[in-house]
């Protein structure tokens, strides 16, 4: 779905939920695939058995691939991804966690480079089904602003 957000129409403290998602036992295989990250902390139970989280634990680059990608739900050809800042992993992810995506708007302000655009902030906080933050991150979108861009007559 497609909505023109602009960026005098985002507000502070605006926050918004995503639909949860379980971890499998394939998602760390295949992201381990893709990435060529096998450390024995992801793949081998016999050695976690011995670490302090007794059990294997998701790659920190899945969750936040993950955890970002349940956010992806609405196309705004007015936005798009600046940066992320802040990245933490607070606790683990393991397999037959479910987690969501809470999205807050933290700030914006308007770009001093970059005239018709502003800077917005969105607090993403990755949480599991025991409501533990397992990721944090804050994502920076470069956002057009309407009054300066539309050419209305």
């Known amino acids: 779905m497609e ?4 960026f005098e129409q985002y ?3 605006n926050l918004r939920t995503t639909y949860g998602r379980t971890i499998s036992e394939a998602d760390i295989v295949f992201h381990a695939g893709h990435t060529g990250d096998f450390f024995p902390h992801h793949m081998d139970e016999v050695f976690c058995a011995q670490q302090d989280f007794k059990k294997r634990i998701a790659h920190g680059t899945m969750t936040f691939s993950i955890g970002i990608g349940l956010t992806a739900t609405l196309l705004n050809p007015v936005a798009m991804t ?3 800042d802040k990245l933490r ?6 397999i037959g966690d479910t987690i969501h995506t ?5 700030s914006k302000r308007v770009h001093d480079k970059r005239p ?3 800077f917005v902030v969105e607090a ?17 979108l470069l956002v057009e602003i309407e009054e300066m861009n539309n050419d209305t007559i």
């Open 102 to 106: 809470e999205v807050e708007i933290m």
């Open 124 to 140: 993403c906080r990755v949480i599991n089904q025991d409501k533990k933050v397992v990721l944090y991150c804050e994502h920076i």
């Open 11 to 13: 507000e502070i403290n």
């Open 3 to 6: 909505q023109k957000i602009y």
């Open 116 to 118: 018709g655009y502003g």
């Open 82 to 84: 600046y940066g992320y």
């Open 89 to 94: 992993f607070p606790c683990p992810v393991f």
